[in-house]
């Protein structure tokens, strides 16, 4: 956890670093796009998918086209009518990646371990022993850094989000490690 929180603070203040120095061509760019950049970044998304499945290619297209359907919802960007909100005014702002995610992994998590016999103790631990060691930092400075450039380059795209980069930098690393099995 602590090499965690160190790693996300040293990729935001690198990014940020960068973003100041890249600011003003990346402006210039960016007000550029129009309809078919957008296109090219949706087919660009959707071209990863291939890449970061391990496992059975059909559940992550099945997977894809349900959270292309769930981006439906909400209003639609060009005439803003409502799409998919049957009345529910909450629903009229589209569907938010937090709660989504929280309720995805939070419902799997509660129906695998109702039923479990596992010991499921509290482990109690002092702030001090979180912090990372000497070997935590040679371990974790290379996939830092790796993550930060990644995440710094799919970033600075528009309409790609918060999560994409995340979920693409952890499915890097998974691939490079040589000890993929160790990933949770």
Not at 68 to 96: C, H, M, S
Not at 109 to 131: A, F, H, P, Y
Not at 144 to 154: K, M
Not at 158 to 164: A, C, E, K, Q, V
């Amino acid at each position: 956890l602590g090499i965690a929180a160190l790693g996300s603070l040293i990729a935001g203040t690198l990014s940020l670093i960068a973003l100041m120095f890249l600011a003003p061509v990346l402006s210039e760019i960016a007000l550029k796009f129009g309809p078919p950049e957008y296109c090219t970044l949706i087919i660009m998304s959707l071209c990863l998918i291939p890449y970061l499945v391990r496992g059975s290619m059909l559940r992550a297209m099945m997977m894809a086209c349900l959270g292309l359907l769930l981006a439906q919802i909400g209003a639609e960007p060009i005439t803003a009518k409502w799409r998919f909100v049957y009345g529910i005014n909450i629903l009229r702002g589209g569907l938010d990646i937090a709660p989504v995610l929280m309720g995805l992994f939070g419902i799997s998590e509660v129906l695998s371990s109702v039923g479990s016999i596992e010991d499921q103790s509290v482990i109690k631990t002092k702030i001090r022993n979180m912090l990372p060691s000497l070997q935590d930092w040679k371990d974790s400075l290379a996939p830092i850094l790796r993550g930060t450039g990644l995440g710094f380059l799919l970033g600075i795209l528009p309409g790609i989000g918060l999560s994409i980069p995340t979920f693409v930098s952890y499915a890097m690393e998974k691939k490079l490690s040589k000890h993929p099995e160790r990933f949770g």
